[in-house]
């Protein structure tokens, strides 16, 4: 398991669990997000799809990597890229919960997300859609199934990895 590719919706915790995963396995991580759009004191640019996939082959030429992010058809090509697949699917309570938390959490200057109102609207809209289409998001991952695991926190995906001998983590 060498390169990873970590899936889910807004507010599921991928983030959380590329970080983790990354130093557990002394792997280097990237945030999809990073490669999508280009990051300017002036305000960020989205990269072309060539742009995007240029820069997903130059990640894959390192023997190793995590890329977190959710599932972007301009960047499909990870798919087949990764050894192992991650679908981080979090319960919808919880998500729900983690939207409103993220949003205090930045309002009292405690996260570095900027979430507004806006954005809190967009992770209840995009989280509302996911619901209503799962089937659909799943089925896109139907010819990778064999290298594809749905997790639904780290505690059963630390279960996983025990049970694969990827490692030995208490």
Avoid at 49 to 63: F, G, H, K, T, V
Avoid at 154 to 168: V, Y
Wanted: charged residues 30%; aromatic residues 10%; hydrophobic residues 35%.
């Amino acid at each position: 398991m060498d390169k990873i590719y970590i899936i889910g919706i807004a507010i599921t915790g991928k983030s959380s669990l590329a970080g983790y995963l990354s130093s557990q396995l002394q792997i280097p991580r990237y945030m999809l997000d990073d490669i999508v759009w280009e990051r300017n004191p002036k305000g960020d640019r989205k990269r072309t799809e060539q742009e995007q996939q240029s820069l997903l082959l130059e990640i894959d030429q390192n023997p190793q990597w995590i890329i977190e992010g959710t599932y972007r058809k301009s960047c499909h090509c990870l798919l087949e890229m990764a050894d192992v697949i991650l679908v981080l699917q979090t319960p919808l309570w919880k998500r729900r919960m983690r939207m409103l938390s993220r949003f205090l959490k930045y309002n009292a200057k405690l996260e570095r997300h900027r979430p507004n109102i806006q954005i809190l609207k967009n992770m209840h809209q995009w989280t509302r859609e996911f619901e209503h289409n799962k089937e659909s998001f799943y089925r896109t991952f139907q010819p990778y199934w064999k290298k594809v695991k749905v997790v639904s926190d780290i505690k059963q995906l630390d279960a996983w990895l025990k049970s694969e001998r990827i490692w030995e983590h208490t």
